[in-house]
Structures are given as C-alpha cells and as structure tokens.
C-alpha cells in the first residue's frame, strides 16, 4: 500500500499536537483518503487556517481544529491553559469558519461544477479527556475528539461523516480528488529558467568591488590597458566607462568618447545598452573599425577577403581624413574593446581622431587567447596594463569545463549551474543535426528562442546559417522554435544575452582553440557542446575533454 496523499509530504507543524494527532491519521486511514495539513485560506475580509483537512470519499470533507494542552470548558467558555495565563479560545467557531471559507474557495472556482456536496468539521483535544456523554449544544459528541479517541481518529472522523445533517451528497472520489487540486491553487509560476537566468544576468552586469577600483584607477590614466581572460567582465568595464566618461564625474567634464569594436555583433550590443542614454551623454560614436571609418568620410569599402585594404589602403585613407577632422568632430577619449583583433596599422587613424594625439584617452581593453583574426596589432603609445582575473560571467561548472582555455588563471564568481552538457556525434555524422535537438530540448526546457545561441566552426558557418533561415523563414512569427543567434565561434561575440549555448563542432583552422574559448566562455549560465569527441579533444586539448568526461 501507498498511503493516503499527504499534502504537503512533509509538513511544518505550529504545534506539536498537530504533528501527533496527523501521524495518527496517516497510520489510521485508507490510501484513497487525502489529508491537507496547515490550509490557508484568505478572503477580501480575513485569513483563515484549517489544522488539517480530511477528504474522505463517501463521506464527506472534514475540517478539524486541533488543540493541544489542558482545554476545558468553563462558564460557558472554552479554556486554555498556556505559559502566559488561562486563554479564551473557541475551537468549534474555528472549525467552523475554516470549513464555510474552504467550501467558498472550492464553489467559486471555476473548475468546480458539481454542486454542494457534504462539509463537516470537528475538534480534536490532543492532550484532554473528553466524556463519553459530553454535549454542548454547537458540539455534538461526535463531532469532539479527545485524546483517548485519537487512537481511533480515522473511524470516528468517517462515523461522524455519516450523520449528514445538511441533506448534500457524499462527495466522490473525482470530487475529493478536484476539491485537492483546486485547494493547490491555479495558474501558479513555474519553475522559469529564464527568470533564474536573468537574476543571474543582473548581478554580472553589477561592477565588482575589483571593477570599481580598476574603474577609479582608469579616471586618473589617460592611456590604460585592459586585460583579462573571458567571462573577466572587460566588455561590461568598457561599456561602463563608456558611460562614465560621456556623462562626466568626479567634477570631470563630459567628454567626446568614441566605443569601438571589431565585431559587429558586440558593436550591436554596445549600441543597444546605450540607446536609452540621453543624447548629450552617451558616446558620440560606437561601432565597429569600419564605422569610425565612415565617421571619418570614407565611402567605398573593399570586400571582406581584401586583407590588403582592411589593413593597408583603408587605415591610410582615415589617417589622411583624420588628420583634416576639425576638432569638434574629435573624441577626448577612445575606448576599444577585443582590442587583440585590431591591427598594428589601425591604431593610427585611431590617434588622428583624438583631439589631443599625445595625452588624448586610449583605453584598450584585450584578451590575447580570444584572437580571432591572426592581426597581433598592438597600440604605438605606452599604456599602463591592469589585469582582471575574476570570471564573473560564468556558472562555477561552465568556468570549471573551459578553464583549461584561459591564458591565466582565473577566480570563478559567477555562481552555481547546472553541469555543461556533451553530446557526441560519430565521425561522418552532422553536428548540426545534433545540436538542432539540442536546440529544441532548450526551448523544451522553458528558454526563449532568443535566449538560445548556437555556434559552428569551420565550414559548418554557412549550413548553420542556412538551416536557421529555413526555420525561421520570412518575418520570423512569435513562438518560432529557432535560435535568435546563430554562425560562427568568433561571432559568438555581442551574444552574451543568449543565455544557453549548443556548439556544434567540425574541423576548424589554426584558431580553433582560441574560438572554443570565444564561445565556451561567454556569458551563459547552462552550455551543450557537440561534437566528434577526437576532434574536441584536439580543439580543446586533454583538460577540456576530461571535464567533459569525453573517453
């Protein structure tokens, strides 16, 4: 046998009375009875509380108060004894009211379309003896149950039931089973990882005392590096100092700041984080290398693959329209973001754009092992290096997975999660397919499509990408079951506020390992990675894999 259904399955008791006369109950009664232990009720007038609650099919719904200690009638009132004096109490009246308020819950909810059926109530005196010719005239000796009678509780509470005074049915089974459901409430919050997720979110986002300081220090320096492994909290850093310099502080003027970045989707999230910023006090320019470009007057741009124009004949094309910007359309101070992507000759046009190229602000903010383009840039001006060495960005079991990526070691802080999940794929077989299941286990789960990135490496970009178009389709309709970003490892950045990630990995250049750090260590609180485990153990070296539990 199972038992009655208990509810709760463990309960908290005020009283230990309580405690003892429900252990009684539940060794006395039949598995198809339901005891509700501590119901609350409320109405627009008070709050009530039923001790416990008895749903015995056939019979009828009981509620009991339960008194514990010395209870005795006196004069005509019920008697207390306690540490504090002699209480008046009145436990028929509670029993009662308790009963009419659970029986107006359960009519007036919609669910309940049975009609009235039997309601009844009782006092249980746990500690006292009660008469076998008792009577009052609201108590019925029936309707007392005293502590020589509890040993019996469960036949007396159903004999009782049985004197159905008020003419309505015995309730059925469906009804006990519905009057139990209803009494649990309706259309109660879920367990919601999206919610859990952006708490998480909001305190990343908070600077860390360590942030702070570093914050204060670069106030005082004109020409700072940055650094810090991923997940350091660099990007929310430069964003805040973004803020800071543009707003002004500390008795500092505001100043003329330009945010850039090589990415076009950190650019994006720059520019949405900034968008409710009043216009006087946001940056004058954030974007991407090619925007500042634009900025300065250039117009034609040479494709993606002309590495001789990105690198050579467009740097000196802005140096040389720098040079003539008058100084209104200069920036006091620019910040730079992923600097490891910029090349040695865009720094210049980056100093040309200053207002004051010897003591202007430069502000660097780079992670060697997060290079994606092989550039190895560095700024032609000294600058005094700060390191970041705290992961705030990431779970405790995702920073533990891709630590073994990280050019340093770094303090995780960014809280509990649940454990980062591989999935393997054989040799031969497509990743993609792997991580579209994946995909849909996370939407399954309760995460929004645009709280899921998925991310390919190597050739998988343009079947990725592809797929992910031929599920949206035109004018993606709310409720799509598609992730909101999806392409390549080193796109991954400017996806942060996906909250879950699936990678799916196929062979990948040079960069491969840097790119698995790219993605892995974003800010998300729960990650899948798919894959051939031989190709993520030469991707993400033996660490990587043994955490994984890959072999």
Same mark, same amino acid.
């Given at each position: 046998?199972?038992?009655?259904?208990?509810?709760?399955?463990?309960?908290?008791?005020?009283?230990?009375?309580?405690?003892?006369?429900?252990?009684?109950?539940?060794?006395?009664?039949?598995?198809?009875?339901?005891?509700?232990?501590?119901?609350?009720?409320?109405?627009?007038?008070?709050?009530?509380?039923?001790?416990?609650?008895?749903?015995?099919?056939?019979?009828?719904?009981?509620?009991?108060?339960?008194?514990?200690?010395?209870?005795?009638?006196?004069?005509?009132?019920?008697?207390?004894?306690?540490?504090?004096?002699?209480?008046?109490?009145?436990?028929?009246?509670?029993?009662?009211? *308790?009963?009419?308020?659970?029986?107006?819950?359960?009519?007036?909810?919609?669910?309940?379309?049975?009609?009235?059926?039997?309601?009844?109530?009782?006092?249980?005196?746990?500690?006292?003896?009660?008469?076998?010719?008792?009577?009052?005239?609201?108590?019925?000796?029936?309707?007392?149950?005293?502590?020589?009678?509890?040993?019996?509780?469960?036949?007396?509470?159903?004999?009782?039931?049985?004197?159905?005074?008020?003419?309505?049915?015995?309730?059925?089974?469906?009804?006990?089973?519905?009057?139990?459901?209803?009494?649990?409430?309706?259309?109660?919050?879920?367990?919601?990882?999206?919610?859990?997720?952006?708490?998480?979110?909001?305190?990343?986002?908070?600077?860390?005392?360590?942030?702070? =300081?570093?914050? #204060?220090?670069?106030?005082?320096?004109?020409?700072?590096?940055?650094?810090?492994?991923?997940?350091?909290? #660099?990007?929310?850093?430069?964003?805040?100092?973004?803020?800071?310099?543009?707003?002004?502080?500390?008795?500092?003027?505001?100043?003329?700041?330009?945010?850039?970045?090589?990415?076009?989707?950190?650019?994006?999230?720059?520019?949405?984080?900034?968008?409710?910023?009043?216009?006087?006090?946001?940056?004058?320019?954030?974007?991407?290398?090619?925007?500042?470009?634009?900025?300065?007057?250039?117009?034609?741009?040479? %494709?993606? !693959?002309?590495?001789?124009?990105?690198?050579?004949?467009?740097?000196?094309? =802005?140096?040389?329209?720098?040079?003539?910007?008058?100084?209104?359309?200069?920036?006091?101070?620019?910040?730079?973001?992923?600097?490891?992507?910029?090349?040695?000759?865009?720094?210049?046009?980056?100093?040309?754009?200053?207002?004051?190229?010897? %003591?202007?602000?430069?502000?660097?903010?780079?992670?060697?092992?997060?290079?994606?383009?092989?550039?190895?840039?560095?700024?032609?001006? !000294?600058?005094?290096?700060?390191?970041?060495?705290?992961?705030?960005?990431?779970?405790?079991?995702?920073?533990?997975?891709?630590?073994?990526?990280?050019? =340093?070691?770094?303090?995780? =802080?960014?809280?509990?999660?649940?454990?980062?999940?591989?999935?393997?794929?054989?040799?031969?077989?497509?990743?993609?397919?792997?991580?579209?299941?994946?995909?849909?286990?996370?939407?399954?789960?309760?995460?929004?499509?645009?709280?899921?990135?998925?991310?390919?490496?190597?050739?998988?970009?343009?079947?990725?990408?592809?797929?992910?178009? *031929?599920?949206?389709?035109?004018?993606?309709?709310?409720?799509?079951?598609?992730?909101?970003?999806?392409?390549?490892?080193?796109?991954?950045?400017?996806?942060?506020?996906?909250?879950?990630?699936?990678?799916?990995?196929?062979?990948?250049?040079?960069? *491969?390992?840097?790119?698995?750090?790219?993605?892995?260590?974003?800010?998300?609180?729960?990650?899948?990675?798919?894959?051939?485990?031989?190709?993520?153990?030469?991707?993400?070296?033996?660490?990587?894999?043994?955490?994984?539990?890959?072999?």
């Amino acid at each position: 046998m199972t038992g009655p259904t208990l509810l709760p399955p463990d309960p908290n008791f005020a009283h230990a009375s309580e405690e003892t006369v429900w252990r009684a109950l539940v060794d006395q009664v039949p598995e198809h009875w339901t005891i509700i232990a501590g119901q609350h009720l409320a109405d627009g007038e008070r709050e009530y509380e039923i001790d416990l609650l008895v749903l015995i099919p056939d019979h009828a719904i009981v509620s009991l108060e339960v008194k514990g200690g010395s209870v005795w009638v006196e004069d005509g009132q019920w008697r207390q004894a306690s540490r504090e004096g002699d209480l008046v109490i009145d436990p028929v009246r509670q029993a009662e009211v *308790g009963k009419y308020a659970a029986r107006r819950y359960v009519e007036g909810d919609p669910r309940w379309s049975r009609g009235r059926v039997h309601w009844s109530q009782g006092v249980v005196l746990a500690s006292s003896a009660v008469a076998q010719d008792f009577s009052l005239p609201d108590l019925p000796r029936r309707l007392v149950h005293g502590r020589d009678d509890i040993d019996a509780l469960a036949g007396r509470l159903a004999d009782a039931a049985r004197a159905n005074v008020d003419g309505h049915r015995a309730p059925t089974q469906e009804d006990c089973d519905l009057v139990a459901e209803i009494l649990r409430g309706r259309a109660l919050p879920l367990r919601d990882v999206v919610a859990m997720a952006a708490e998480r979110d909001e305190s990343t986002t908070r600077l860390t005392a360590e942030q702070a =300081m570093l914050l #204060k220090v670069t106030r005082l320096l004109n020409r700072v590096e940055v650094r810090g492994g991923a997940g350091s909290g #660099k990007t929310m850093l430069a964003l805040t100092q973004a803020r800071v310099l543009a707003r002004g502080a500390d008795g500092r003027p505001r100043q003329r700041v330009a945010l850039l970045c090589n990415s076009i989707g950190l650019a994006s999230y720059f520019k949405r984080e900034l968008a409710g910023e009043r216009y006087n006090r946001r940056p004058a320019l954030v974007g991407t290398f090619e925007e500042l470009a634009a900025h300065l007057g250039v117009t034609e741009f040479g %494709t993606r !693959q002309d590495t001789d124009f990105w690198e050579v004949e467009l740097p000196r094309r =802005m140096g040389e329209l720098a040079a003539e910007l008058p100084d209104g359309k200069k920036f006091d101070a620019i910040i730079v973001d992923e600097a490891q992507d910029f090349a040695d000759s865009w720094w210049v046009p980056l100093l040309r754009s200053l207002v004051d190229e010897e %003591t202007g602000g430069l502000h660097v903010y780079s992670d060697e092992n997060q290079r994606v383009f092989p550039r190895f840039g560095r700024p032609p001006v !000294q600058l005094v290096p700060l390191v970041l060495d705290h992961n705030l960005r990431n779970t405790q079991q995702i920073a533990d997975v891709f630590s073994p990526l990280a050019p =340093m070691r770094m303090r995780a =802080m960014g809280g509990d999660g649940p454990e980062v999940t591989f999935v393997p794929t054989p040799a031969g077989e497509d990743p993609v397919d792997a991580a579209d299941s994946c995909v849909d286990e996370l939407l399954d789960e309760g995460w929004r499509p645009e709280d899921v990135a998925r991310r390919a490496s190597g050739t998988r970009c343009r079947s990725t990408c592809r797929r992910a178009k *031929g599920r949206r389709g035109t004018g993606t309709p709310s409720g799509t079951r598609s992730p909101s970003s999806t392409g390549t490892f080193s796109g991954a950045r400017g996806s942060s506020g996906a909250r879950s990630c699936c990678a799916s990995t196929t062979p990948a250049p040079t960069t *491969g390992r840097r790119r698995s750090s790219t993605s892995g260590c974003r800010g998300r609180p729960t990650g899948s990675v798919v894959g051939n485990p031989e190709l993520i153990t030469a991707m993400g070296g033996p660490d990587v894999a043994r955490r994984l539990r890959i072999g």
